[in-house]
T-cell receptor
Framework: GAVVSQHPSRVICKSGTSVKIECRSL??????MFWYRQFPKQSLMLMAT?????????EQGVEKDKFLINHASLTLSTLTVTSAHPEDSSFYIC?????????????FGPGTRLLVL | GQQLNQSPQSMFIQEGEDVSMNCTSS?????WLWYKQDPGEGPVLLIA?????ELTSNGRLTAQFGTTRKDSFLNISASIPSDVGIYFC???????????FGDGTTLTVKP
C-alpha cells in the first residue's frame, strides 16, 4: 500500500516557539494532502486541505496564520505551528490522497505528538 | 456539512466472536473507507469501497458499500486480541474534495 511518513514523531517545545511538521508521500505523488488534529479518545478533526502549488484551504475555526501550511512539491507538505502555546499540544496527523486509489482514498502518516510547555 | 453516524461507539467482546459496526449518513458518498487506529499511531487503511453495493474482504474483515450510497458496514470475524483499536469509517465525496470521518468505534477484545 501507499506509504506516508511524518517527521518528527514527537516534539516538545517551549511556549512561544514555532514547530514545523513534515508530511511526505514516499511512493506516490499527492497533489492533495490533509492535516488533522486529534485529541485523546476523539475522532480526527480536519484542520486544512493542502494543495500542491496553491494556498491551503482551512476549515472553519482554524487560524491560518497560526497553522501555516506549505505544499511545495508533489510529495511534501509542511505544517508550522507558529508561536505555540500549551493549548496547541495535541496529536497532529497528515494524510495524502492517492490519485490512483479511486479519487478519495487517503493514506495517513504515523502522526506527530506535540507537547508545548 | 456532511456528517456520519458511526455505531456502536464501543464494543467489548470475547476473543473468537464476530464484530459488526456501521456508518450511516444523510449524504451520498462516492467512496467508503474503513481505517483502524492503534494508540499513538496514525490510522491504517483496511478496506476501500468505490461502488454502491460493493462487498470487499480483507482477511477476516468484510465491508460493504450500501446500495443507497449513504451507509457502509464493517464485519470482523473470529476476533483476536490484536484487533483491539479504534475503527473509523470515512465517506469520500469528489464534490467536497475531502472525506468525512465517523467518530470511531473502540473495540476491546478479551482473551
Amino acid at each position: 500500500g501507499a506509504v506516508v511518513s511524518q517527521h518528527p514523531s514527537r516534539v516538545i517545545c517551549k511556549s512561544g516557539t514555532s514547530v514545523k511538521i513534515e508530511c511526505r508521500s514516499l511512493d506516490f505523488q499527492a497533489t492533495t494532502m490533509f492535516w488533522y488534529r486529534q485529541f485523546p479518545k476523539q475522532s480526527l478533526m480536519l484542520m486544512a486541505t493542502s494543495n500542491e502549488g496553491s494556498k491551503a484551504t482551512y476549515e472553519q475555526g482554524v487560524e491560518k496564520d497560526k497553522f501555516l501550511i506549505n505544499h511545495a512539491s508533489l510529495t511534501l507538505s509542511t505544517l508550522t505551528v507558529t508561536s505555540a502555546h500549551p493549548e496547541d499540544s495535541s496529536f497532529y496527523i497528515c494524510s495524502a490522497r492517492d490519485p490512483q486509489g479511486g479519487g478519495e482514498t487517503q493514506y495517513f502518516g504515523p502522526g506527530t505528538r506535540l507537547l508545548v510547555l | 456539512g456532511q456528517q456520519l453516524n458511526q455505531s456502536p461507539q464501543s464494543m467489548f467482546i470475547q476473543e473468537g466472536e464476530d464484530v459488526s459496526m456501521n456508518c450511516t449518513s444523510s449524504s451520498i458518498f462516492n467512496t467508503w473507507l474503513w481505517y483502524k487506529q492503534d494508540p499513538g499511531e496514525g490510522p491504517v487503511l483496511l478496506i476501500a469501497l468505490y461502488k454502491a453495493g460493493e462487498l470487499t474482504s480483507n482477511g477476516r474483515l468484510t465491508a460493504q458499500f450500501g446500495t443507497t450510497r449513504k451507509d457502509s458496514f464493517l464485519n470482523i470475524s473470529a476476533s483476536i486480541p490484536s484487533d483491539v483499536g479504534i475503527y473509523f469509517c470515512a465517506g469520500g465525496s469528489t464534490n467536497a474534495g475531502k472525506s468525512t470521518f465517523g467518530d470511531g468505534t473502540t473495540l476491546t477484545v478479551k482473551p
